[in-house]
């Protein structure tokens, strides 16, 4: 039912910036999570950051005080605003949304590369 498109990765340098969009095709109300979610060649998908409908949002330890999530509800989206930016967070970036109510519902974006690399 929904539609989840990334952008914004690419090649930065160690210490750059990146900001990533995902835009969703409808609207979304009720209780949801939106979040990002990266994989690392021959590595497991691990959660960054999420943004709950009530406003709470969680990161994970490791990009604490370097990625801000953040959400326009009028435009459907959420970004990640990665800064920074060390090799170890070179993966593929994973929007997610999670539906809570009225219905319980799993949608995932297509995935953007982000490498960092001297």
């Known amino acids: 039912q929904v539609q989840l498109v990334e952008s914004g990765g690419g090649l930065v340098q160690p210490g750059g910036s990146l900001r990533l969009s995902c835009a969703a095709s409808?609207?979304?109300?009720?209780?949801?999570?939106m979040g990002w979610y990266r994989q690392a060649p021959g590595k497991q998908r691990d959660l960054v950051a999420t943004?709950?409908?009530?406003?709470?949002?969680n990161y994970k330890d490791s990009v604490k005080g370097r990625f801000t999530i953040s959400r326009d509800n009028a435009k459907n989206t959420v970004f990640l605003q990665m800064n920074s930016l060390k090799p170890d967070d070179t993966a593929v970036y994973y929007c997610?949304?999670?539906?809570?109510?009225?219905?319980?519902?799993?949608?995932w974006g297509q995935g953007t590369q982000v490498t960092v690399s001297s």
């Open positions: 409808g609207s979304i109300s009720g209780l949801y999570v």
């Open positions: 997610n949304l999670r539906t809570v109510l009225p219905r319980t519902n799993d949608y």
């Open positions: 943004i709950t409908s009530t406003g709470t949002i």
